[in-house]
């Protein structure tokens, strides 16, 4: 299971990290994706961090503003998020990704294996 948390209301220009608790799987066999869901809009993808921790890709457009990280021992994936915008508001997801050996589209949702609930941010002008 995947547990998202640290969503809220915050301004322009200021800051929320989200994390994400992995329970009942092998947390290091799996690459953290985080996604996010505006309201009319179809989902996109937010971050990856791969399974080591060694390599990370952001989307454009939150390149610079938001960064993931995770923690192994603790089976927790962070989004720390700075600078938001309004149009950064959505649900964001948690997703896990199981290592298969095999390259992968980390944009894709339907290379998800879990998800979690979703968490709200809601940034105001």
């Known amino acids: 299971q995947l547990q998202a948390s640290g969503g809220g209301l915050v301004q322009a220009g200021g800051s929320l990290r989200l994390s994400c608790a992995a329970s009942?799987?092998?947390?290091?066999?799996?690459?953290m994706g985080w996604f996010r869901q505006a309201p009319g809009k179809e989902r996109e993808f937010v971050a990856i961090?791969?399974?080591?921790?060694?390599?990370?890709y952001t989307a454009d457009s939150v390149k610079g503003r938001f960064t993931i990280s995770r923690d192994n021992v603790k089976n927790t994936v962070d989004l720390q998020m700075n600078s938001l915008k309004p149009e950064d508001t959505a649900a964001y997801y948690c997703?896990?990704?199981?290592?298969?050996?095999?390259?992968?589209?980390?944009?894709?949702?339907?290379?998800?294996?879990?998800w979690g609930q979703g968490t709200q941010v809601t940034v105001s002008s």
């Open positions: 997703a896990a990704h199981l290592l298969k050996g095999s390259a992968w589209h980390f944009e894709v949702e339907d290379e998800y294996d879990y």
């Open positions: 009942g799987i092998t947390f290091s066999s799996y690459d």
């Open positions: 961090i791969l399974w080591s921790g060694g390599r990370t």
